[in-house]
């Protein structure tokens, strides 16, 4: 581990998490985000994202492991972890009978700011959000992504170093997740605020992100920004869905011998080019000398799920189980 | 952190309590007029027992006008444990934990919300009371005491309310909990003094029904006066409830916020 410096950084070194009569939901991971940088934290449902997040943000203590977070310890120095950082956790914990402007000011006073400031504290964070017209109604009426927002402006009311952002699109559409990233690329780029970013959007991690870690069942699997990621893969890759689906088996026979079968668990029959794009002409060729015909076919370039295939075996979509419960965990 | 700081957090998440509580008409008419119909059936149905000798008073309304205080409390034990178990249950309490707040500020915001809302069902009963002529024995000095009895009894139901949920992390298991604790006011001397009570083993479950001390402290101040036995009995036993559920839900609350 680095030395001590009390900066926006987070250092992770062998970090554990064990839960009761289950597997090790984070199982040693190590990692180091630069300041001010947005680091994407992508994985299924289960892979152990969360039980980080709470890890780091001082909710669960580790098994096994260090961590620090803006230079202190997570472990001994709890409430000084808990003044540099700001949180927005799955799910937008709210009271559906207070207002927007209400939250703000619980948490404003919880947070020990002044009399004085709270109320244009307040105001300043439902501007910039986008909730001023809202602010004076019940949070029980809110959309989803308004709620998501209010959760942002909660997590940044005592200007926070560090941001913990769990899965903050999730359930949103997209016109409400584009304006919580553009908000997410403002904190960093202006403000310098480092963000660490739980994800199971691959589109998530690729916009937003500097650098990306992939986790899977509690292990890194792969790390650094998404160019380099992608470009560690390389090769494009082939999708194809015969008609029939009885045809699957003579498909995959025929274009076993241009590339790597990719089994991305979604039907598709997928092969990475051996050679790239001029080795297209070659795959169509087979498809009909084999007597086939394809109701879709598809070049990808490569993505983070390539990578995850890659990495994993499996494609990101659908290769989920769910997280084990925090209720769970063992002391 | 500052002993302004630490107050302005209990302050905040009292208010919260008041504020959510008061946009929920139920959770606010419900503990003012459930006690009152009790007490409207309760006082016809009952009111030839103020012939028995030895009975009190010959008002069997003023008599039972001291249930409807224990009743609010009880009403204060259920509104501060769901809230709490609500705020387990959807995470807010995870947010909560992330700010600076104090563990002891979110119990005292708590019971000083729940003493709000008891002072407020208990200036209810003390109207009421006033409005269908009950004679308040012990004056005005005595309906302070009242008030003053109200907020103490309103912090220890509301701590047991919060130890409850703490432990349960349960909404429906403090809803499932709060009739066991209508037990404890049936088994007390709500309708009878407790040495007219002609059933050997009733009289004695209300004779160590700690809710019996209770009510006999209310009814005291309106029926009787000034006297020293029951107030001391009943200041007593809500200070030893109070001291004993504070402590257990503090204890409770170290195990739940695991923070570190």
């Known amino acids: 581990m680095k030395t001590v410096e009390r900066t926006n950084s987070i250092e992770v070194e062998g970090l554990v998490r064990e839960f009761k009569k289950g597997p090790r939901a984070v199982d040693g991971i190590d990692l180091y985000v630069e300041p001010g940088e947005i680091y994407g934290f992508l994985g299924p449902n289960g892979a152990g994202k969360s039980t980080t997040v709470l890890m780091l943000t001082t909710l669960l203590p580790p098994t096994a492991g260090k961590a620090r977070v803006g230079g202190y310890d997570v472990v001994a120095e709890g409430p000084k972890v808990r003044s540099v950082i700001g949180a927005a956790l799955q799910e937008a914990a709210l009271d559906p009978m207070l207002t927007g402007r209400d939250h703000l000011r619980l948490q404003a006073t919880l947070q020990g700011i002044s009399r004085a400031e709270r109320r244009p504290r307040a105001q300043e964070l439902l501007d910039r959000v986008g909730l001023s017209e809202a602010a004076d109604r019940k949070v029980g009426g809110y959309s989803g992504g308004m709620k998501r927002r209010l959760d942002l402006a909660l997590a940044l009311v005592h200007r926070p170093r560090i941001i913990f952002l769990d899965e903050p699109t999730t359930g949103l559409d997209i016109q409400s997740r584009t304006a919580l990233w553009d908000e997410v690329s403002r904190l960093a780029r202006e403000d310098g605020v480092t963000i660490f970013l739980t994800t199971q959007y691959l589109e998530e991690a690729d916009v937003l992100a500097n650098r990306v870690g992939i986790i899977d069942h509690g292990h890194i699997v792969a790390e650094g920004t998404p160019q380099a990621l992608k470009a560690d893969i390389g090769l494009p890759s082939v999708h194809a869905v015969p008609v029939e689906h009885a045809d699957r088996e003579r498909l995959v026979v025929a274009l076993a011998p241009y590339g790597e079968s990719l089994d991305g668990g979604t039907g598709d029959v997928i092969i990475r080019l051996r050679e790239g794009l001029a080795g297209l002409p070659a795959v169509v060729r087979a498809v009909d000398d084999a007597g086939l015909t394809l109701a879709h076919l598809e070049i990808q370039a490569p993505s983070l799920d390539d990578v995850f295939l890659a990495k994993t075996g499996r494609s990101l979509e659908g290769a989920g189980e769910d997280e084990p419960e925090e209720a769970e965990t063992a002391a | 952190m500052t002993a302004g700081v630490l107050w302005a957090q209990v302050a905040a998440v009292a208010r919260r ?55 609010g409390a009880l009403f204060s034990t259920m509104n501060a444990g769901t809230d709490l178990a609500r705020d387990i249950q959807t995470g807010f309490l995870n947010r909560l934990s992330l700010t600076s707040m104090r563990g ?22 003390v109207a009421v009371g006033l409005i269908i002529g009950v004679d308040f024995a012990s004056g005005a000095l005595g309906i302070l005491v009242l008030f003053f009895f109200a907020a103490v009894i309103s912090v220890s139901f509301g701590a047991l309310g919060i130890f409850l949920a703490l432990r349960t992390g349960s909404g429906e298991a403090i809803q499932g909990l709060f009739p066991l604790l209508f037990v404890f006011l049936f088994l007390s001397s709500m309708n009878t003094p407790r040495d007219l009570i002609s059933v050997d083993w009733f009289r004695f479950v209300a004779s160590i029904n700690p809710v019996s001390y209770l009510i006999e402290c209310v009814r005291s101040l309106i029926i009787t006066g000034w006297d020293g036995r029951a107030l001391g009995l009943g200041f007593g036993f809500a200070f030893l409830i109070g001291i004993v559920a504070i402590t257990v839900a503090t204890l409770a609350l170290r195990q739940r916020l695991v923070r570190t």
């Open chain 2, 17 to 71: 309590s008041v504020v959510r509580t008061s946009r929920q008409p139920a959770a606010v008419v419900f503990p003012l007029i459930f006690p009152m119909l009790l007490l409207l059936v309760n006082s016809g149905g009952l009111e030839a027992s103020t012939n028995l000798p030895g009975f009190p008073t010959d008002s069997f309304v003023a008599f039972a006008l001291a249930v409807p205080f224990i009743q």
């Open chain 2, 104 to 125: 002891t500020a979110l119990i005292a915001g708590l019971l000083g919300g729940a003493v709000v809302l008891g002072l407020i069902q208990a200036s209810f009963y």
